[in-house]
């Protein structure tokens, strides 16, 4: 039953008069002895609340972890094999997808070999020749095998590329045997560190030389700009280098990869992506650009 503003509440009531009717007693006794002034009672007893406070409320703050968690569950998802490594290096973030996947590089290592080449010049120390700089532009710009060759032979072939990748902290890659660069195998993680490489300045490569080989990633030919930089916007400072491969140990199934840097809406990001076994170059070029935006969005999504 509602109580009106002033009145006390019947058990209230009840209990004072129990009170009363045990000291009136004692009152009557005690006549001819003066009493103190009674010690007002306490409007609302401790003994007469019967509501205990409610618990403070937590509230679990979101782990920096779920996004990796949803993103994980969404590409498991998608149909073929793959593998992603991307680092946003405005936030700190990274994240990585099916880590064990080795692949032939195709025309990526085309990066490494220039790289290679470079450290081997400040090295000696010296300057890129005329021939260099064109093989060099020519290898990355439109991916011309001939000149990737030739500048294979000028690093000295597969122990040349391992001595450089050991020098970019590299782990997982190894280099093709003989004259077949195209086969070297690699590591979606492993291309990032390539790329960290080419952004550090703690890297081995001097600022000259890492402007150097982002400003030819920078300028791929336009039917070959597909990939990575799918993550972006249009009209974003994307460098990038794309391999593609039918493979005759897989049936002539492609492997098709992807690597490179993304300057987009405040972040950029190190991305690679490697796949293998499409049905077609299409089928490889489409599946690399959808986990490009899924990654990149995710990491943007979690930075703000």
Same mark, same amino acid.
């Given at each position: 039953?509602?109580?009106?503003?002033?009145?006390?509440?019947?058990?209230?009531?009840?209990?004072?008069?129990?009170?009363?009717?045990?000291?009136?007693?004692?009152?009557?006794?005690?006549?001819?002895?003066?009493?103190?002034?009674?010690?007002?009672?306490?409007?609302?007893?401790?003994?007469?609340?019967?509501?205990?406070?409610?618990?403070?409320?937590? =509230?679990?703050?979101?782990?920096?972890?779920?996004?990796?968690?949803?993103?994980?569950?969404?590409?498991?998802?998608?149909?073929?094999?793959?593998? =992603?490594?991307?680092?946003?290096?405005?936030?700190?973030?990274?994240?990585?997808?099916?880590?064990?996947?080795?692949?032939?590089?195709?025309?990526?290592?085309?990066?490494?070999? =220039?790289?290679?080449?470079?450290?081997?010049?400040?090295?000696?120390?010296?300057?890129?020749?005329?021939?260099?700089?064109?093989?060099?532009?020519?290898?990355?710009?439109?991916?011309?095998?001939?000149?990737?060759?030739?500048?294979?032979?000028?690093?000295?072939?597969?122990?040349?590329?391992?001595?450089?990748?050991?020098?970019?902290?590299?782990?997982?890659?190894?280099?093709?045997?003989?004259?077949?660069?195209?086969?070297?195998?690699?590591?979606?993680?492993?291309?990032?560190?390539?790329?960290?490489?080419?952004?550090?300045?703690?890297?081995?490569?001097?600022?000259?030389?890492?402007?150097?080989?982002?400003?030819?990633?920078?300028?791929?030919?336009?039917?070959?700009?597909?990939?990575?930089?799918?993550?972006?916007?249009?009209?974003?400072?994307?460098?990038?280098?794309?391999?593609?491969?039918?493979?005759?140990?897989?049936?002539?199934?492609?492997?098709?990869?992807?690597?490179?840097?993304?300057?987009?809406?405040?972040?950029?990001?190190?991305?690679?992506?490697?796949?293998?076994?499409?049905?077609?170059?299409?089928?490889?070029?489409?599946?690399?650009?959808?986990?490009?935006?899924?990654?990149?969005?995710?990491?943007?999504?979690?930075?703000?």
């Amino acid at each position: 039953m509602p109580v009106k503003p002033g009145a006390q509440p019947e058990r209230w009531r009840t209990t004072m008069g129990s009170v009363v009717a045990a000291v009136a007693p004692l009152i009557v006794l005690t006549s001819s002895v003066p009493m103190p002034d009674p010690v007002p009672l306490n409007p609302v007893p401790v003994a007469m609340t019967t509501t205990a406070a409610p618990a403070p409320v937590t =509230v679990k703050k979101p782990k920096r972890s779920s996004y990796k968690k949803a993103l994980t569950r969404a590409l498991k998802d998608l149909p073929g094999r793959f593998a =992603v490594t991307a680092h946003d290096l405005s936030t700190g973030r990274s994240y990585s997808y099916n880590r064990g996947l080795r692949t032939a590089t195709a025309s990526i290592v085309k990066v490494d070999i =220039v790289m290679a080449l470079l450290l081997r010049a400040q090295r000696q120390p010296r300057g890129l020749s005329a021939w260099e700089r064109r093989a060099a532009a020519r290898a990355i710009k439109v991916s011309d095998n001939s000149a990737a060759s030739a500048l294979w032979s000028a690093i000295g072939g597969a122990s040349g590329l391992a001595a450089a990748n050991k020098k970019f902290g590299l782990r997982d890659t190894r280099p093709g045997p003989g004259g077949a660069w195209g086969a070297t195998t690699t590591s979606a993680a492993d291309q990032v560190r390539l790329l960290t490489a080419l952004t550090s300045p703690k890297s081995p490569l001097s600022a000259k030389n890492r402007r150097y080989v982002l400003g030819l990633m920078a300028d791929v030919a336009a039917e070959q700009a597909w990939g990575v930089s799918a993550s972006g916007r249009e009209g974003a400072d994307v460098a990038l280098k794309n391999g593609w491969l039918p493979r005759p140990r897989h049936g002539g199934l492609w492997t098709v990869n992807s690597i490179g840097r993304v300057r987009d809406r405040g972040h950029t990001y190190l991305i690679a992506v490697i796949s293998e076994r499409h049905g077609s170059m299409g089928a490889g070029v489409k599946m690399v650009e959808r986990v490009s935006r899924l990654v990149t969005k995710a990491l943007s999504r979690a930075a703000s």
